[in-house]
């Protein structure tokens, strides 16, 4: 791909690869289908399918090939279910939604036959020993996303998500939901967890299908997120949409859109359009979008609904707005733990230091626990070459106790301390409380001064962002 001319960056590339790999995967789903159920009718039209255009090593290539891709079968696939026929099925709208934002880059027929082949050599998705090896390789290529630009941003690292859901422990039959989807990562982790511990008859694994739901407004990343869905036997995945979660007014979520349990890492540093911040009730208007992410994941819980969220350090001394969003979550959720992660746990696409919220969502908090995620022995900070692994986390799980007895069995450590909602108020609702029993530590190695560096430098950048927007946004308003 790289020797094409119309495909630029690694993102770009990884974009026009998934598009073709959800039609492989999609195709091979479909066979499967048609073995289960004599009825099966395919909603994509005869020569639209993998098999019909692309299983053939020897057939489409060169201009022909070109011309097929950008002259029918993206238009096609654009436009599935839009005939106005009353039986499309909801498959056809999954396939619509992938396609109606994505784009065939390359232009030369001959390097993108190469592709295709190289796409139906690689794996036959309904063996299963290859289709977990498919599964591997797909979560290589969001982990590589993470150096192909701006696109790292939709990749939360494997063991975050893994353990924010294990924590929040989501029931068979709770809705789980992530407004901001990305590629699908706490979704796909919240799968995994429900078939290890809940899903035990078919009847089990349909509520198990019907729970799982997402939103993502970037078609990159819906597209990785469909596609990821149905690598993970989710057989419509129509609950994941493509839309902004934020476009819609704040009240008009109405009870029966309400979850159980929430896990998201809402984008942050960001600014939304103008306008967005209009759905929101006044006190909470701001056009930061973890914070808008944030009001909004605590009205769409239910009473007693539970939520994991990353949010960066500077939503916690945040003042202004940040600290009215933080005094309705100290007041109407239990805001019990918050796990302070290290530099470089988002490298390289970001080394601002970030933090795990925990709460539940029906009473107000009393106490909240901090718990400061140390590196491991030996690591100083996190590379592409030496990531954050999930047995990490083993400490903080063996630490976390049962929250129907409201964390009894916890204790203080040198890690872990707990502040009173009272304190916490009293500073103002200030959550950017460092660990007491350990000091002012002054660093002089050189790794760890570049880090910080680096992270004040990401900060600086980013305000320098948010400013230019603000300024921008005055100066279109005449202001």
Known sequence: MRKDVGVDGDAQRIGQLVWMLFLKVFDDREMEWEVLDDDYRSPLPEPYRWRSWAADPEGMTGEELMSFIDNELFPTLQNLGLDGSRTVPPVAHVVRSVFEDAYNYMKSGQLLRQVLNKIQEAVDFNKAQERHAFGDMYEQLLRDLQNAGNAGEFYTPRPVTEFMVRMVDPKLADKVMDPACGTGGFLTCTIEHKRKHYVRTPEDERTLQASIFGVEKKPLPHLLATTNMILHGIEVPSQIRHDNTLARPLISWGPRERVDCIVANPPFGGMEEDGIETNF?????????????????????????????????????????????????????????????PNGVFNPYTGIKTNLLFFTKGRPTRDVWFYEHPYPPGVKNYSKTRPMRLEEFATEQAWWGSEADGFAARVGSELAWKVSAADIAARGWNLDIKNPHQGEQVSHDPEVLLAEYAQMQAEIAGLREQLKAVLAGALERGE
């Open 281 to 341: 009730p006044a006190a909470f208007r701001t056009r930061e979008t973890a914070d808008l992410f944030l009001v909004l994941i605590m009205h769409l819980l239910k009473e007693g609904g539970r939520a994991a969220v990353v949010l960066p350090d500077g939503f916690l001394f945040g003042e202004g707005i940040k600290s009215r969003i933080k005094e309705k979550l100290l007041t109407e959720c239990d805001l019990h733990t918050i796990v302070r992660l």
